[in-house]
């Protein structure tokens, strides 16, 4: 159900950032068939979003390398889904999605 709100969401600037971010480096394609289903902006959003659930993660946090490394292994055990996203993309690819991509417009009042 999170992947459908994620596509009814407003969420272009993260869209755009992901569709510029996979325009500027075609050599996320070197290891994987480009799909225009799976590769596209819409749709990595809303699984980026179901990965953060599933793995219960705070979108305040930077994500370190080796938490996307244990990440992909328990993926790869069948222990949490990857949403064909950290299955299908390469270290530095799941770590600019999982790190760059968040938008937070809230202000804070102390």
């Known amino acids: 159900m999170l992947h459908e709100i994620t596509h009814?969401?407003?969420?272009?600037?993260?869209?755009?950032?992901?569709?510029?971010?996979?325009?500027?480096?075609?050599e996320i394609f070197n290891h994987v068939k480009r799909d225009s289903y799976w590769d596209n902006a819409n749709e990595i959003y809303s699984r980026l979003m179901q990965v953060r659930q599933e793995f219960g993660l705070d979108p305040t946090k930077e994500i370190t390398e080796e938490e996307i490394e244990?990440?992909?292994?328990q993926t790869q055990e069948g222990k949490k889904k990857?949403?064909?996203l950290i299955d299908r993309y390469d270290k530095n690819t799941i770590n600019f999605l999982l790190n760059k991509v968040a938008q937070n417009n809230s202000t804070k009042t102390n």
């Not at 272009?12 to 075609?26: E, G, T």
């Not at 244990?70 to 292994?73: L, N, T, W």
């Open 70 to 73: 244990q990440m992909i292994k």
């Open 8 to 26: 009814a969401a407003e969420a272009s600037p993260q869209r755009a950032v992901i569709a510029k971010y996979m325009f500027d480096h075609p």
């Open 82 to 84: 990857g949403h064909n």
